[in-house]
């Protein structure tokens, strides 16, 4: 399928004017002055204007170099060295209390060169955000930590998120050619369901189109998601960062979007983002989780107060979301 010389036009991004312009401005200073890096740039994300004018942004930690080289991703690929800031989760516990949010994705960069993957750092980090940040909702979308079930369970238990993430990213088939070597769909299904059994989070994937799937592909990804109680389904665009990486096959119209949107909602998802210009952190998605997970406590279970003396909100959302 030869693709259109210029992109269509519901894949333009409009830039912020205005109020949101300035907001937009600020952030990236006030990012800048906490020294916190954002994946929304490392990953050249389309929505960074809009997110950005509207005060929300998703934070990246272990550093900018990524030990996997998957061929969507724009994010540095190399060896870390074993190196991980000890400084950081304070510091940035310290940097997210100081704004003023509601609600923070946190994701990371795949550390295969850690003995954990990254799992104590990150659930330290969620540990520091809850200290200075005690009502701010997080998210952490996070890699698959090579399959290792302890160490999910560490983010999970230990670190306390209100949201784990973990991205599928393309069907099953294509799978070999457009993620690194490392990553496995079953592993992905897998960490996604040892989340979901460690203490009920809520949990969240996301899926790219224009790759060359079919839709009955998608229908089957849909489902096995679904299967493994995946509450939160994101699903977008692809658009070729550099010419180094995959190419995009078609432009997929808003009205297959929406056809995926419904098929989500009727297996059961919670809420289905689906949009041409919709990513894995996407606003729309967080301000629903935002909303749903909002104040809403765990009565008088066990565990009803965390660590922190903070009343733990609850996880339960329907549609297949238990504890």
Known sequence: MTLPARKPDWLRVRLPNGEGQERFKGLKEQLRGLDLNTVCE???CPNIFECWAAGTATIMILGETCTRGCRFCSVNTGDPGGFADPREPENVGKALGAMDLAYVVMTMVDRDDLLD????????????????????????????????????????????????????EVVPRLQRTIRDARCSWDRSIDVLKWAKEANGVVTKSSLMVGLGETEDEMLDAMKRLRDAEVDVLTIGQYLRPTKKHADVQRYVEPEEFEKYREEGEAMGFTFVASGPLVRSSYRAAEAFLHGALKGKERGSAPGAVDRYGRKRRLHVLGGGAGE
């Open 117 to 168: 993957g990254g799992a104590d750092h990150v659930a330290r980090t969620v540990q520091r955000i809850n200290h200075y940040a005690p009502n701010l909702l997080v998210e952490v979308l996070l890699g698959d930590f090579q399959g290792v079930r302890k160490d999910v369970e560490t983010v999970v238990v230990d670190g306390g998120p209100d949201v784990f993430a973990h991205n599928v």
């Open 42 to 44: 490392e990953a050249k």
